[in-house]
Structure formats: C-alpha cells, structure tokens
C-alpha cells in the first residue's frame, strides 16, 4: 500500500450553545493511500505543548472515519445514517463523545480533494457545540 506525500489543511469551527465561536486552522504534510475502495490520510500534529497527535483519516463518499493516537485519543465515525458514540482519552481523563452527522460531502478533483463534515457534539450526554470541520488535501510539489 503505497503512497503520496500530499499537504493537510485542517480547518475547524465549534458553535456553542451559548453562540460563542472557536476556530482552528492547521497544516502538515501526510500520506495518501488507496487501499480496497476506501483513502487513507495518514499525518501528524503538535499541539502547543509540542505534543505529537497521529491521525488516520479513512474515507469514501459515504463516510470517513478520524482515529486520532498520541496526547489525545479518539476514534469517530461520520456518516449521516449513524449515530456514533466514543470515547475520548485526553491528559486530564477520558470522557464519553456521541457525534451526530449532519452533513457529509466529498469532493474529488484531479489536484485537490475536500471533505466537509457538519455535525453535533455532546460530551458526556451535554450538547456542547455545532461543529464543521474542512480538511483539504493536495498533492505536495516541493
């Protein structure tokens, strides 16, 4: 199963209940992989701290599934049929997560692909935001 090195745009936007608005914005570099019909984006970030998060994104154009390994951990699945429930283990504890996928789109093009996932997050049985989230993958011509 090989692979391409490609550029990871990750953009994020949490609503509260409350209105109030947080937003996220990270790039790395990663790997592209193609195994049985589904993509596999493989690639790493740190966090302030200097901690280092591992992702795999696993995705189709039904769904993607984000498994997350290092200072937090976590794996979350995102289709609009499926209510997902799981837990999340971070450096003060682990709580419980449930997703409900509002929206997912997956849009392929020959030099840039981009998924956009809409969904509602409650911790531990709470509501606590609306949440989009944006990851854009290019190809890496350095």
């Known amino acids: 199963m090989n692979g391409k090195t ?11 209940p409350e209105g109030d608005v947080s937003r996220t914005d990270s790039q790395s570099f990663g790997v592209l992989r193609e195994k049985d019909g589904r993509n596999y984006l493989l690639f790493s970030e740190k966090d302030e ?7 795999v994104v696993k995705y189709d154009s039904r769904s ?8 937090v951990s976590s794996g979350f699945t995102f289709d609009e049929r499926k209510h997902c429930r799981s837990s999340c283990i971070a ?13 997912y789109v997956l ?18 049985g709470e509501h606590t935001a ?3 989230v944006e990851i854009t993958i290019r190809p890496d011509h350095d």
């Open 130 to 132: 609306q949440c989009v």
């Open 64 to 71: 993607a599934q984000i498994i997350r390994s290092g200072a």
């Open 91 to 103: 450096p003060y504890g682990s709580f419980l997560v449930d997703i409900d996928t509002e929206r």
């Open 49 to 55: 701290d200097g901690a280092v998060t591992r992702s």
């Open 6 to 16: 490609v550029r990871v745009s990750i953009k994020g936007t949490q609503v509260s």
């Open 107 to 124: 849009e392929e093009k020959a030099f840039l692909t981009k998924i956009l996932i809409g969904y509602r997050l409650a911790v531990e």
